[in-house]
Structures are given as C-alpha cells and as structure tokens.
C-alpha cells in the first residue's frame, strides 16, 4: 500500500469508529441487539480455562504492563534490531492510539456491562485493549509487512477482543471499535512516517509502497 492508501485507510476507520460509537451511544437506550446476544452467548460458555486465559490477558492488555511494559519490550526489540526509526515510529503510535482511546471513551461515556468480572475504569467505547492490540499488531506488520505478521496479528487482535466480552467489561461493539482506533491511528501516522521509517521517498510510489 503507498502513502495514500495508509491515510485513506486510516482515516476511514478512525471516522467509522467515531460513528459507530456516535450511533451506538446516542442511537439506542440500551445495548443494540447484537451485543446483547453475544454477551448473553459468550458467557454461557464460560469454562474455568477461558477465565484464567482471559484474567491473563485482561492484565498483559491493560494497566502499567499496556501502557508501559510492553510498548518498551517492542521498542526495545526493534532497537535491538537496529531499526530505531521504526523504534520511534512505535513509540508514537502508541502514544497516540491511547490519546484516541481516551478522547473516545470520555466523548462517548459508553456503560459498561453490568455483570463485569473484573474492575474496569470509565467508558465502555471504545476498548483500550483491543485498541492496543490492534496498534501493536499493525506496527509490526507495516515494519516487517509479511504474511505471518498479519496472521499473528488477526489472531491477537481477535483474541484480545474476545477476552474481553468474555469477562464482561465491554460489548463486541467496543472492541471493534477499539481495533478500528488502533489500527487507524498507525495507518494514518504510517502515511507519513513510514517512508522515513524504511528511508524510502515519499514521491516515490516504487518505494513508498508496503511489502
């Protein structure tokens, strides 16, 4: 994808999780009917494995480890790999995608279920960890943009989703939400870092072009 594609890209999911939210909170009194069934679903088909998996991820997404640990470990990984202007590039994109989320959840003051599990703070649209999720996993994919990067990357962003419907501290529509942001925000700021990132010309459509 060129430099133009990541911003329309980016810029079109960053606008359609501003509307979902926007249709979600002031469309509908109470949750729309697709979250409800799911939740209602999801939760009858807890087990104790599924619990603890999901307790597990519900700290590694959230918390001093989200917001700290693991955006360093990528940081430092990508250092360690001599790639320090995609170490920069991360960096912003993390700080960024949390700002987006916050912005969001106060602009929105989604409800959270009622039957949460775990402790949660305010705003239930969108969902930081699927957000943080999605960021994580389109960094890697735009700095090392190969087929097993994607794949690991869906798969995080889809677990992380579900864990969080399955301790019931968001709606499915959150996490969308939350991976629209995530994702958007590092396709958008790809658009303009991305060719600094990989030394490349913006002018340049054969090396502007990801993959």
């Known amino acids: ?9 980016g810029t079109g999911m960053l606008v359609a999780a501003t509307l979902l939210g926007a249709a979600i909170v002031f469309g509908y009194t109470e949750p729309p009917g697709f979250d409800t069934w799911w939740n209602d679903r999801i939760s009858a088909s807890r087990s104790d494995w599924m619990l603890s998996f999901a307790l597990l991820l519900d700290h ?11 955006p360093m470990l990528v940081i430092i990984a990508l250092l360690i790999a001599r790639r320090w202007q995609a170490a920069v590039f991360a ?7 949390a700002g987006a989320v916050q912005l969001l959840k106060h602009l929105f003051g989604r409800a959270r279920p009622e039957d949460m599990i775990v402790a949660s703070d305010f705003g239930s649209f969108p ?19 190969r087929v097993w990067t994607a794949i690991l990357g869906i798969a995080w962003v889809v677990v992380m989703a579900i864990s969080r419907t399955l301790l019931s501290v968001h709606w499915a529509t959150d996490t969308l939400g939350g991976a629209l942001v995530g994702a958007g925000v590092v396709l958008v700021l790809g658009a303009w870092l991305l060719p600094w990132v990989t030394g490349s010309r913006r002018d340049d459509p054969a090396v502007t072009s990801v993959g």
């Open 127 to 145: 969902s930081g960890h699927a957000a943080n999720a999605a960021t994580i996993a389109m960094v890697l994919w735009l700095v090392f943009p």
């Open 60 to 70: 590694i997404g959230g918390g001093w480890v989200a917001i700290l640990l693991v």
């Open 91 to 97: 960096a912003v994109a993390f700080l960024v995608s």
């Open 1 to 9: 994808m060129r430099s133009r594609t990541l911003l329309w890209w």
